[in-house]
């Protein structure tokens, strides 16, 4: 028996880089799964290689028209909805001096209140289910301030915080809220970066597969008597500071 046989997610942001991968391994466990993103032609694409189980449903988070539809297209389709992970989420750099306020709202739109607006759609659907389970997708900038980083750092400090007060809310339906913190992640958002790991406990970056292992994790059985709690998974890099030497020092 696959460890989530009978249960339904709806994964945002699930494209590509992390959301892909935890719409894959979800359905790889028996979850029939429903991606939304903005990216059509890519969703599409990997709804169609991941076959029966899977569909793909366009959704702009910051849109609450959307997320009433998402929801409502999940339940028809697969009778209910079981577990929903907050994954969309988008960053720029640069000094709080220069971020805009246009920038600012457009972090903060998306990264909080695109989850605010899901955990909303997806309340009811969730309390019908008897036992269910919402994975927000934070950062390690959730329990940390980055230089250069101001609106991205707000807003994952932001999803860190409505995960706890909405685990508290939502306890006495059954409906767990926990939040994931990855550190450096290799994905389509970082490609190009050139960031050093040398600072990093286990000196590389992540892999996106990685993290959709703790999601599964969060979303089966195992994890019933987690909620309101961070999940951090970054190479050790909030563990202290590290001095890996580079290569051939």
């Not at 994954?87 to 909080?112: P, Q, Y």
């Not at 609106?151 to 809220?177: E, H, N, W």
């Amino acid at each position: 028996m696959a460890r989530l046989d009978g249960k339904v997610a709806l994964v945002t942001g699930a494209a590509r880089g992390i959301g892909a991968a935890i719409g894959k391994r979800l359905s790889s466990e028996g979850a029939r799964v429903v991606l939304g993103d903005i990216l059509d032609e890519e969703g599409q694409t990997l709804a169609a290689q991941l076959g029966e189980g899977v569909l793909y449903v366009h959704l702009d988070v910051t849109d609450p028209a959307q997320w009433g539809q998402a929801v409502d297209r999940t339940t028809d389709a697969f009778g209910g909805l079981s577990v929903l992970v907050n994954n969309a989420g988008i960053v720029s750099f640069g000094s709080v001096e220069n971020c805009t306020h246009e920038e600012w709202a457009r972090i903060l739109d998306v990264n909080l209140t695109g989850v605010f607006n899901g955990i909303k759609a997806a309340v009811p659907a969730l309390k019908a289910s008897g036992a269910a389970s919402i994975i927000n997708i934070s950062s390690i900038a959730g329990v940390q301030g980055y230089e250069q980083l101001s609106a991205y750092t707000a807003s994952k400090f932001g999803v860190t915080g409505l995960t706890k007060s909405a685990a508290l809310d939502l306890a006495r339906y059954g409906i767990r809220v926990n939040s994931v913190h990855p550190g450096v992640v290799l994905t389509p958002m970082t490609e190009g970066l050139g960031l050093s790991t040398s600072h990093i406990a286990l000196n590389r970056v992540g892999k996106p597969e990685e993290i959709s292992e703790l999601v599964l994790y969060l979303a089966g059985d195992e994890s019933a008597f987690a909620t309101g709690s961070s999940f951090v998974i970054d190479g050790g890099e909030t563990a202290g500071l590290a001095h890996n030497a580079a290569p051939g020092d």
